[in-house]
């Protein structure tokens, strides 16, 4: 059984970790009293900056040049969703085109339009001594690339800085009643503005990890919905960093359902196994009706 | 906006437009003269690029967008055009193929079937908000990767050709297919049919009671309940049912007129392009028709661009998110100048989303 159990765990903690990272900055996002849709293009262009590091810097350019992409991104959302008030959906859904294009186009353009995969330098697996020899999970858990031990720390670090710091507290606020924290003397739109900043960076670092520490490739549109995906796992996580982190791993784990069924001897049409992420969230979505409650003003100015 | 105005709107457009292609091109280091000839006689150039590759890829379009439209107008965020055409296109399909003695009356049927199986797919995500609080940004974004998986399984399994040895159905029938307008090339009778639906769609705004009931249930769900009197839940789920048939039916018409058969790639992303076809527009039906004869001039030429010039057809997309940015860009600036004393949170540069 443990031949089993084993490469699930681990294939659990592979896709959650992506997915837990960006969600960790929507919920900063979301908190801030705003909804991201183009966090879909932060990871891809957070992917492609990850390309263009670790061509020319290794593993850690590929981070930092991740980084640079969702920021990029970010940067644009806050200039049209801050500066001119324009709506936040709108805005998003624009801006995740604008990265599947241009991602695509500079790909192709700089790469070749064959679109070859190319092979990059990746995040080899550290094994963290001694929790890495548990029996059963410790191999899945903390025998993973940094990246994944990175995400494991941002968990308590933001519910932290969320709960107990004043920067903490004019964010929550500012998602509550923007005009009282006006009042109350805090820049709504500077506050705002560092949160999706806050938001492309993790954002990014999700796509680097899809592409440095999994594919070990770019492909174009890899990011393939996981933006959306995380979106959804911020509303399951009830915009809670720790519930959050908790729902990418439900979510790891049951998309990971399909290594155990291949490797059970299940047959159903593959693409049912393809569409599951997605069905999952769906399913998700509905049966965290009426549970927890978004900030009130989310999505709102 | 007076005629004139709304020409000189347009003329700067395209004046921008081509600018903005030629600093992009420049920058990537293409032949900008010989690309932008290459995007020119592959989309408006002859009698022939017109009617078989812009109209014909402008049909879709129109009724993408008019899905799009429809549903923005009535605060509801409708993403998933793209997945409502494909289900829409697998519905038609299956009629079609079903009843192959049918000649026109199948063709109908097929029609219809698309129609409703866009409505009913875009219906999950009515009943995901309506009974569950569900964003139908999300919802419909997921719904149109379930049925890009499920079209997959579809031509690889139950609809698959009888050889089982490509990826899509047996071709329909003629007699089942839409008519092609004589001398017009591919362009087929699917237009006049989108053309129609356009009309009907911005009658349904301008004159209809129904038509308002959308329009304030997307500007003011509040007020639409309170002074209106509307059902605004019964109102936002008709705009799901009639973007998604809308949708639908760009689905059924593609596979009856374009393809003639389904497969996997049938859709270029239509459903997506539908949302800068609809934005550029205004979300105005029948403004629609010159947006998506605009955009499909775009794809149409992209083609001849990578041929011709060695262009990354990928950069269209760049310029239609750089167009929807733009005009959202414009809209908050003209907002802004109109009522810079009203208070800055009722700021409807579309209808916001309720809740």
Redesign the interface.
């Known amino acids: 059984m443990s031949d089993v159990i084993a490469p699930f765990l681990a294939a659990t903690i592979r896709t959650a970790t992506p997915l837990a990272l960006a969600a960790l900055g929507e919920v900063i996002v979301e908190r801030a009293g705003l909804i991201n849709?183009g966090l879909e293009g932060a990871i891809l262009a957070g992917a492609f900056g990850a390309l263009v590091g670790a061509t020319g810097a290794g593993v850690a350019g590929g981070f930092a040049g991740a980084m640079v992409g969702g920021v990029l991104i970010a940067i644009?959302f806050a200039v049209?969703a801050i500066g001119?008030?324009?709506?936040q959906?709108?805005?998003g859904?624009?801006?995740t085109?604008?990265s599947?294009?241009?991602t695509?186009?500079l790909y192709?353009?700089l790469y070749g339009?064959s679109g070859a995969a190319l092979a990059l330098p990746t995040s080899a697996p550290f094994a963290i001594p001694g929790l890495s020899r548990l029996p059963l999970v410790g191999a899945a858990l903390f025998a993973q690339p940094p990246i994944t031990y990175v995400m494991y720390l941002l968990v308590p670090s933001i519910a932290w800085w969320m709960a107990g710091t004043h920067g903490g507290l004019s964010l929550r606020a500012i998602g509550e009643k923007p005009d009282a924290a006006r009042a109350a003397g805090i820049s709504v739109a500077r506050v705002r503005v560092l949160a999706i900043l806050a938001g492309g960076v993790l954002g990014g670092l999700a796509g680097g990890t899809l592409v440095l520490a999994q594919a070990g490739t770019f492909a174009?549109g890899m990011s393939?919905?996981r933006g959306?995906?995380a979106?959804?796992i911020v509303?399951l996580g009830r915009w809670q960093p720790l519930g959050v982190a908790l729902a990418a791993l439900v979510f790891g784990g049951a998309s990971a359902l399909q290594f155990a069924f291949q490797a059970m001897g299940w047959h159903a049409?593959y693409?049912?196994f393809?569409?599951l992420p997605?069905?999952l969230?769906?399913a998700g979505?509905?049966?965290?009706?009426?549970r927890g409650r978004a900030p009130a003003s989310l999505?709102?100015? | 906006m007076s005629f004139l105005k709304s020409t000189l709107v347009a003329l700067a457009l395209i004046a921008a437009l081509l600018v903005a292609m030629s600093v992009l091109l420049m920058t990537g280091g293409y032949p900008a003269h010989t690309a932008l000839f290459a995007l020119w006689s592959g989309s408006l150039g002859s009698w022939y690029a017109l009617t078989s590759a812009t109209l014909v890829r402008a049909v879709p379009l129109m009724l993408t967008g008019g899905a799009v439209a429809v549903a923005f107008r009535a605060g509801v965020f409708n993403i998933g055009a793209e997945g409502q055409l494909l289900v829409g296109a697998a519905a038609a399909a299956t009629v079609a193929l079903a009843l192959p003695q049918g000649g026109i009356i199948t063709s109908m049927l097929a029609l219809t079937a698309g129609a409703v199986a866009g409505a009913a797919w875009a219906g999950i995500a009515a009943l995901l908000r309506s009974r569950f609080g569900v964003l139908e940004v999300i919802s419909t974004i997921m719904l149109n990767f379930i049925a890009l998986h499920a079209l997959s399984y579809l031509v690889r399994g139950p609809l698959q050709e009888p050889t089982h040895v490509y990826p899509q159905t047996s071709t329909i029938v003629q007699g089942v297919q839409l008519t092609r307008i004589p001398g017009a090339g591919r362009l087929h009778v699917g237009l006049f049919l989108a053309l129609a639906l356009l009309l009907a769609c911005g009658w349904l705004f301008r004159h209809t009671a129904e038509g308002f009931r959308l329009l304030v249930a997307g500007e003011s769900p509040s007020a639409a309940a309170s002074a209106g009197q509307i059902d605004v839940a019964r109102t936002t789920r008709r705009a799901f049912f009639l973007s998604g048939a809308l949708a639908g039916c760009a689905g059924a018409v593609e596979v009856l007129g374009v393809t003639f058969a389904l497969y996997e790639d049938i859709s270029p992303g239509y459903g997506y392009t539908a949302i800068a076809v609809a934005l550029l527009a205004g979300l105005d039906p029948w403004r629609i028709v010159l947006s998506a004869t605009l955009f499909a001039a775009l794809e149409a030429g992209e083609g001849a661009m990578q041929r011709d010039a060695n262009v990354p057809a990928t950069l269209v997309s760049v310029i239609e998110a750089l167009l929807i940015l733009a005009v959202i860009a414009v809209q908050a600036a003209r907002w802004r100048s109109r009522s810079a004393s009203m208070d800055a949170s009722d700021a409807p540069v579309v209808p916001v989303v309720p809740g």
Do not use: H, N
């Not at chain 1, 979505?285 to 009426?290: D, T, V």
């Open positions: 849709i644009l049209f001119l008030r324009a709506d959906i709108i805005t859904t624009a801006l085109l604008l599947v294009g241009t695509g186009t192709r353009a339009s174009e393939s919905g959306f995906i979106i959804a509303v049409p693409q049912l393809l569409a997605y069905l969230t769906l979505l509905a049966s965290a009706a009426g999505g709102k100015s």
